[in-house]
């Protein structure tokens, strides 16, 4: 019904800045919510970011929170991070995530991309 293609992931340096991107196709006008998630080697899955079908309601990751943007172009039927100041700790692949429900747990994403690697060197 929905397919979610991330991209934009690379190796940085700590300090550093990067911009993904999530482009979503198929029944993009059921979409509400879109969030983003990552997981790093040996660890569960975490919440990053959410926003709503409008971009105005946002919600981040305390670990996240003055450094990461999420954003959203709905004619284009994509949605961003943008992350500066990154850390070695920001290493993970990080997921794109589509509900078509508004008001939606970070739990309850039913469509998801396939990952895109964000490496952080110091």
């Known amino acids: 019904q929905v397919q979610l293609v991330e991209s934009g992931g690379r190796l940085v340096q700590a300090g550093g800045s990067l911009s993904l991107s999530c482009v979503a196709s198929g029944r993009t006008f059921d979409i509400y919510d879109m969030g983003w998630f990552r997981q790093a080697p040996g660890k569960e899955r975490e919440f990053v970011a959410i926003t709503s079908r409008s971009g105005v309601n946002t919600d981040y990751a305390d670990s996240v929170k003055g450094r990461f943007t999420i954003s959203r172009d709905n004619a284009k039927n994509t949605v961003y991070l943008q992350m500066n100041s990154l850390k070695a700790e920001d290493t993970a692949v990080y997921y794109c995530?589509?509900?078509?429900?508004?008001?939606?747990?970070?739990?309850?994403?039913?469509?998801w991309g396939q990952g895109t690697q964000v490496t952080v060197s110091s």
């Open positions: 995530a589509a509900s078509m429900v508004p008001g939606t747990h970070q739990d309850e994403f039913r469509f």
